[in-house]
């Protein structure tokens, strides 16, 4: 768990964390063929992240049709598991591709981040019948870590953004001789107008002030 910590917590961003969270996990469980962490945040699309090419088809069919074993888990918030894939009647659609891709069992471990984001995390096994009940009580043990961790690092993030847009808050009541209120709302509907988030216009205003003062 120190390894899992300082791997998560010295990640980037939340997408990096979760990439190295899949990577974790897939050679911490011994007979894992991938692992894919699925994190649902509001009003966006789920964010993925997977420890390599293998059993890539059986994940993009899942979330392409919106239904199977991590997207229940994400929704239901309970564990869900799959020991005979190939033959289960709970997604008919999914067999097919399993059984090309040599994915017997599927285990997906509901995961949560401080009420903000659901998610699962999915462990893909070449052989029938699931995990051990030592390994399952390890990868939930490693789940329950990294929503620990995630929500530290989503705080972090968190703070981050609100100090970058406080700053381009302040360029523009500089540049418009505007007052407080009337920044962050050309912030926002900036926002809106281009399809980005706060901090990006943030960021990007913030460079732009820099270079005309270097000009």
Known sequence: M?????????ADDVPQAL???AAFAAGAITGTVRCSVALIGEGGPPVVAASGTAAKALDDLEYAGGDGPGLEAA???ALVTAPDLQSDPRWP???ECARSEGV???VAIPLDVQRSSVGALSLFVATPGGLDPEL???AMAIVNQAELLLGELGRREGLREGATVDRAAGVIIAQR???VQEAYTVLRETAQRLGLDR????ERLIAAAARNAEA
């Open 177 to 179: 001789g505007c007052g």
């Open 19 to 21: 990439d190295r969270l």
């Open 75 to 77: 929704r239901t918030r």
């Open 136 to 138: 399952l009580l390890t």
């Open 104 to 106: 017997h069992s599927v």
């Open 2 to 10: 120190h390894e899992l910590t300082a791997r998560l917590l010295g």
């Open 93 to 95: 659609r999914l067999a």
């Open 199 to 202: 901090r990006a216009v943030a």
